[in-house]
């Protein structure tokens, strides 16, 4: 784990919100005043340069393609624009295997926390709340033939032969990751993930083992229940129960790197840019198997800095 990856983890958990934002911001404004030399030392690359480094590091082996992604970490080297990315990645996908992107809702950043906004603010409608995981995902989620699943906080974009599999059974799946739900049908699917411009930090189908072990999973959480309405994009309303869990312990994304076997979880920069590339079944499996031996990505006190261990009694 680098310094930084260190320090980021230190403050997400240990600094009151209004701190972490303030120096989020100077971050930010320190980094926006570097462009021009991050620029000069890492080079610049355009969308065909971008197409041609996938076409070599990720290919084509692959049923899914699921996209993490983020223009602000790719700027300033990367110089083309969302819509650019968007129609490269498409291509790159092509019309026989499925695209895959978040399209995630988490409430309100003004109150920051996802249960309290939907019991203030209970109506989910796909086709008008926005995605908050970048400007590509609300593009490509408002695009001609995309689906769209119904939840309101993990929705999932996808366009492709897989697309109605994949975004269908998500309201009626009775969890937000586990069995019947988009991150279940690509962890049976042969699915490739990839971040651009993000770490495997981001990568949610770590969430997939949560939910199909439930209350067998090997940390202690609490549960909490709040009624959503969901409209869907024919403008019906259902009637939906948002279940969220949130675990005791915080968790650690990097211990990822321990969990995994480094074959299953590659890393890389592309002028420094930031890329990861890992396969769901991959995910899946790797987490399903360390929590059998109570080993997980959350951390007590007592274990911080190490793989948690836990022997599933709390």
Aim: charged fraction near 25%; glycine fraction near 8%.
């Amino acid at each position: 784990m680098s310094l930084f990856e260190t320090l980021s983890g230190l403050a997400v958990r240990h600094l009151p919100r209004e701190r972490l934002l303030q120096l989020r911001r100077i971050y930010q404004g320190t980094r926006a005043r570097l462009n021009p030399l991050m620029a000069a030392i890492h080079g610049h690359f355009g969308v065909s340069e971008l197409r041609a480094h996938l076409e070599e590091k990720v290919g084509h082996d692959y049923e899914i393609l699921m996209v993490h992604s983020s223009m602000n970490h790719m700027l300033p080297m990367f110089t083309g624009d969302a819509m650019g990315l968007l129609r490269m990645l498409e291509d790159f996908v092509g019309p026989e295997r499925t695209l895959v992107m978040p399209a995630f809702y988490l409430g309100d950043p003004q109150i920051n926390d996802v249960v309290e906004s939907f019991r203030r603010s209970p109506v989910f409608d796909v086709r008008r709340t926005p995605s908050q995981m970048g400007v590509m995902t609300e593009l490509f989620r408002r695009g001609k033939g995309v689906a769209q699943s119904l939840h309101p906080t993990h929705r999932i974009a996808a366009r492709g032969p897989l697309a109605q599999e994949i975004t269908a059974g998500h309201m009626s799946a009775g969890s937000t990751f586990g069995r019947g739900t988009p991150f279940d049908v690509m962890a049976r699917h042969d699915t490739c993930i990839i971040g651009i411009g993000k770490p495997f930090e981001v990568l949610t189908q770590v969430h997939h083992v949560e939910d199909l072990l439930a209350e067998a999973f090997p940390v202690p959480g609490k549960l909490s229940q709040v009624p959503v309405t969901l409209r869907d994009s024919g403008k019906v309303e259902h009637a939906f129960e948002l279940r969220w869990r949130k675990y005791d312990w915080p968790r650690n994304m990097w211990l990822l790197r321990e969990l995994m076997a480094a074959e299953k979880l590659s890393e890389w920069r592309f002028h420094h840019v930031p890329l990861f590339m890992t396969r769901a079944s991959d995910v899946t499996e790797s987490l399903l198997q360390a929590a059998e031996m109570g080993k997980t990505l959350y951390q007590n006190q007592e274990t911080r800095g190490q793989v948690c261990v836990s022997d599933g009694s709390a």
